[in-house]
């Protein structure tokens, strides 16, 4: 019986794993300067977390988690999104007792059930931070920027950034009550999913693809704010006009998550299919407390690394993969071989990348192999040289050859690469 891999995942193989390490040192190099530190929390969490933080009538939870009973007949879920995670980690750990805003970031898989197509996948990767502790509308511009700025220094061109403020509680509730004035009228020619969400959550409606041709002429959150939420969105506006991130006001960008307050956004680009949005975020005032912390207010992004990968695939950026070998050891002999063994154990362990053959080649095929793998030097060890104590070492970009006694054999090839990495 052979077997496939589930549907909606991918085998990441050596080759592409070297890309995704690529844009996940990015990510980590920028977290680095921008002040945000790593959390790693658990893949699985309890189903009622993912219910009070995300929200009952998202289509997360609705219709995309994965949940199993597990022996002690609780309720588990893969997680489909980072931030429920984070914030439970952050009220259980009792960060926010710390003197400093909490500035966190998590690199990792989401699981989702979902109609596979380019981009989308059941078990996706995230890469996502989040700050809390701060109502300034700065910090809501720095989430913003250090994402912008992850994507051009991954090297995709032409990112747009939209922005919304999806208001407070206050002003949402009016701005619901018109919402459904508006659509009651033509609440048959709904899908049945917006049917059901007019008298639950409105405005998840905006975010139905399939009904958008019925949405000219609704109202938008814009025309509902008050004071301290117009205050807000126009702080962040000008923060972003001083930092030059291109930007435009989409005032039906919702997001497909209800613990957001004032401030929604998502990162759009061309090149994978009907899919544009490639990462997005925003505040969450509320959420701490409604997760049963001691309430603090925050913000954060999550992009996703498939859609990433794809748009630079798409664009035509060369990431660079694995980089080449140091050394490869050619051993003649069975004498020979043991040396080697220990000579390839000593150049690993001085920080050298290594390598031999072990399938017992002949000397053509393992300098076949050296070059495949281009290594830039080979070191040659046959029964003469282990007499003299000495090994051959060639060039493999020009072709020179040296002799090196067997006794600095190690402290030479340091050198020796040093030079090639100076």
Known sequence: MSFQKPRGTQDILPGMVEKWQYIEAKARDICRRYNYKEIRTPIFEHTELYRRGVGETTDIVEKEMYTFMDKGDRSLSLRPEGTAGVVRSYVE??????????KLYYI????????PMAGRYRQLHQFGIEAFGAVDPSIDAEVIALGYSFYAEVGIKNVRVEINSVGNPACREVYKEQLVKFFNPIKDQLCADCQSRLGRNPM?????????HLFAGAPTI?????????????????YLTEMNIPFTVNPSLVRGLDYYTHTAFEYKAEGIGAIDTIGGGGRYNGLVGEIGGNDQPGVGLGLGLERTLLILQAQGVEIPVAEPLDIYLVALGEEAEKTAVKLLFQLRQSGLLA?????????????KSADRLHARYVAILGEDELNKGEIIVKTMENGQQMTVSLECFVTKMKEEIAHVHA
């Open 93 to 102: 750990n009792k960060l926010y007792g710390e003197t400093e805003i909490s």
């Open 108 to 115: 990792g898989p989401m699981f989702r059930y979902e109609r």
């Open 204 to 212: 998840r409606i905006l975010d139905c693809k399939t009904d958008q």
């Open 222 to 238: 814009l025309e509902y704010l008050d004071e301290e939420c117009s205050t807000h969105f126009a702080a962040l506006k000008g």
């Open 355 to 367: 390598e031999k053959d072990y399938v017992g080649r002949k000397m053509k095929a393992q300098l």
